[in-house]
């Protein structure tokens, strides 16, 4: 929108969460568009079977991570990745969303405009970008990949904890890739045909309700 013509505030301006949430709506209109529009990179469309590794971009602090720092992150795990494991090796998903609404309460300072300073007169803000508001101990992004792939996996991850303010942690998961299911548990599961194949994850069959055929 027009209000982007002076440049961007650093995100430190913006990086402790002190506001309500704000955001778009049928009253907060003309928000610019997140700079963050792929959600999902690499062989996202992989079997469950063929990704058992994961490891998760986990952030250590209560603050907002800008759309822009999020893009900038994707790209950089994206592109080491790609160059070191080709790039149907791996799935990287981004895990928050960027809904909140930044305001910036724009001052004009240039020479006769005597009338519009206004100081803190009014000084609600227009919208300025988004970010998403994150917590302690909440996954940013995840990766899923072969085990092979590990270190190269964790050596992407940490080349995006640059991106971002802040502390962030890499764990890497005991679960097997985005189920929810522990490694051991997922494979007993499978052997026994208690797991009902979901594409990119697996979920436990249950016991109760209507019989389903679709097995992994």
Known sequence: GEHNTMGRR???CYRYIKNKPYIRSRFCRGVPDPKIRIYDVGKKRA???EFPLAIHLVCDEKENLSSEALEAARIVVNKYMTVNCGKESFHLRIRVHPYHVLRINKMLSCAGAD????G??????KPFGKVARV????????VRSKDS????VIEAIRRATFKFPGRMKIF???????????????LALKEA???????VHAKKLREHGPLFKEVV
Do not use: C
Request: glycine share 12%.
């Open 10 to 12: 650093p995100a430190r």
């Open 47 to 49: 079997d469950v079977n």
């Open 115 to 118: 009338r519009l300073q206004t």
């Open 120 to 125: 803190m007169r009014g000084a609600y803000g």
């Open 135 to 142: 917590s302690i101990g909440q996954i940013v992004m995840s």
């Open 149 to 152: 792939n590990k270190d190269h």
């Open 172 to 186: 890497v998961s005991k679960k097997w890739g985005f189920t929810e299911l522990f490694r051991d548990e997922y």
């Open 193 to 199: 045909g208690k797991l009902k194949n979901q594409g």
